[in-house]
């Protein structure tokens, strides 16, 4: 199965990154971010605190759904879903 990850150019350059994942597994978001860790370490302290929990100033969406308002990072990511990491909007 695979997933797409779109990054923000706000936390790095920006695109997306195809991951690919056994058939018939459903990985959750944390699973996703350590695949994408490994293909691109320097997002990783970018996204993650030390403990693994999501920075503050990071969202995380499969698909439209913000995964602070579902699972956290045990949010599964279903096939053909898209798994958004952006910052959060402000402004004024």
């Avoid at 993650?48 to 503050?56: I, V």
């Avoid at 990071?58 to 990072?73: A, K, S």
Wanted: charged letters at 20%.
């Amino acid at each position: 199965m695979k997933v797409t990850v779109r990054v923000m150019a706000a936390i790095s350059t920006g695109g997306s990154v195809e991951l690919e994942f056994p058939d018939g597994e459903v990985p959750s978001v944390a699973r996703v971010l350590d695949a994408l860790a490994v293909q691109q370490p320097h997002l990783t302290y970018r996204i993650r605190d030390a403990d693994g929990a999501l920075e503050r100033f990071v969202n995380v969406f499969v698909g439209r759904d913000n995964v602070n308002r579902c699972d956290g990072l045990a949010t599964r990511v279903p096939p053909g879903a898209e798994v958004w990491i952006v910052p959060p909007g402000a402004g004024g």
